[in-house]
């Protein structure tokens, strides 16, 4: 059945459910779909309840972004602490996966 669903709905249940396992790794496809998805669900809360609904979505997604992007980081070899390097995090974003991942 998940074979049936977009690639997109599979990064943002994948990120929803690791909400808090900022151990493993995300591929660069799963961190920009969520990055996606969260960003539209924060445009649409924004357009429809304003700032109000715009915070909650922000803030409600804010651990599972961060660890999505921590995974992401460690599938190109790095340690999550990257991730505050404001424009070394970026490059590794958009990097490809390391072959054999990233192991702790």
């Known amino acids: ?15 929803l459910n690791r909400y808090a396992d900022f151990s493993g790794v995300s591929t660069r ?3 920009w779909y969520f990055i996606l998805t969260t960003n539209i669900a924060v445009i649409i809360a924004q357009l429809s309840f ?5 915070n909650i979505i922000a803030f409600g997604t804010l651990i599972p972004t961060l660890a999505v992007a921590v995974r992401r980081v460690h599938d ?7 991730i505050l390097v404001p424009i070394y995090n970026l490059i ?8 054999a991942g990233f192991s702790l």
């Open 1 to 15: 059945m998940e074979q049936n669903q977009p690639a997109f709905w599979l990064a943002l249940k994948d990120g």
């Open 92 to 99: 590794l974003f958009v990097t490809p996966s390391k072959q």
């Open 50 to 54: 304003g700032d109000l609904g715009a």
């Open 76 to 82: 190109v070899g790095k340690s999550g602490w990257f």
């Open 29 to 31: 496809s799963q961190y």
